[in-house]
């Protein structure tokens, strides 16, 4: 099955880290690391060749590291909602 089927969940919160992932390093200068990931939840797996749309925004920042909330949709269909955490600078 796997790829064959459409996107992976796994691939929608690579794509929300890589979103917030440029806005934080654009904002600070520096490459970035997910961190952790707090809290997923998922409501299906989008059809191969359907558009997605990804938003990311930071909901707080201490130091480092930036709490992320973030979702992602396929048309009216909520597929993702996530929160996770992002390290930006060397580890």
């Known amino acids: ?31 970035g690391f ?9 409501s299906g797996s989008p059809a191969v060749g359907v558009v997605l749309t990804v938003s990311a925004r930071v909901i707080k920042s201490f130091g480092r590291l930036h ?7 396929s048309g009216a269909d909520l597929l993702l909602s996530v929160q996770l955490t992002l390290g930006v600078g060397n580890l």
């Not at 969940?9 to 934080?24: D, F, H, K, P, T």
């Not at 997910?34 to 998922?42: K, P, R, T």
């Open 1 to 31: 099955m796997g790829a064959a089927c459409g996107f992976s969940q796994i691939l929608m919160i690579e794509s929300v880290a890589q979103l917030a992932g440029i806005v934080v390093a654009q904002e600070e200068g520096e490459g």
């Open 34 to 42: 997910m961190a952790s990931i707090d809290h997923a939840e998922f």
């Open 67 to 73: 709490m992320i909330e973030g979702t992602v949709f």
